[in-house]
């Protein structure tokens, strides 16, 4: 990711200290998708909402356009003719798979009231999650019971492992492929150093898969 991290270290020179865990964090992101995985994210308050945001950034087009496929333009053109097919694919945007585990009320609601609030992020890791697949998980303590466990699953069903954390790390850094421990210690000042690693980390995989488009 040369010319993200360049610029994301002229923007914020601080972060060149984990410069090597950045790096490692995109090989894990890259290799992912390369392999036909999916990116799970998850967090806790603000950090669910990091979560949220970066799966945006990977869904849709970032900064680049992201075409659909020739494939299955084709095939709206064989369904619907070609006006319509027309109208539906200039509607849509190739993405990066990716899911947030942060959104649905409904299911975070139910298993954390019959089930376990410590689990959430676990459940659905063991249920979604697939060999190859990548973990992305916020937790500025690295002990949030929640965060622990899905990391913990993942590792055993194969799936690499990304941690945003702070300097301090805490009990889900043993655990990481890849820590991102920015140098801050304090919550938000650390969710603030996040934020531009995950875009830079977004652009870096959108020019990886789509710069050629």
Known sequence: MPHQTAELYIRYPRLQAIEVNISTAFSVLKE??????????????????????????????FILPRPIGKDFRSQLERLYGACESERIASGLQSGIRSIALVGDPAFVTAFSNDCSYEMLYAQQVFVLGDPGDCLVSFSCSGNSPNILNAM??????????????????????????????????????????????????????????????
């Open 152 to 213: 913990m699953v993942a590792k055993a069903k194969g799936i690499k492992t990304i941690l945003f954390t702070t300097a301090v790390g805490g009990k889900a850094a043993p655990h990481a492929d890849a820590l991102i421990n920015v140098p801050e210690t304090e919550t938000y000042k650390a969710q603030e150093l996040h934020l531009p690693i995950y875009h830079a980390l977004c652009a870096a995989l959108e020019e990886e898969i789509y710069g050629a488009c």
């Open 32 to 61: 992912t998708v390369q392999r036909g995985g999916k990116i799970f994210a998850c967090g806790n308050g603000g950090s669910a909402s990091d979560a949220g945001h970066m799966v945006g950034e990977l869904m849709k087009s």
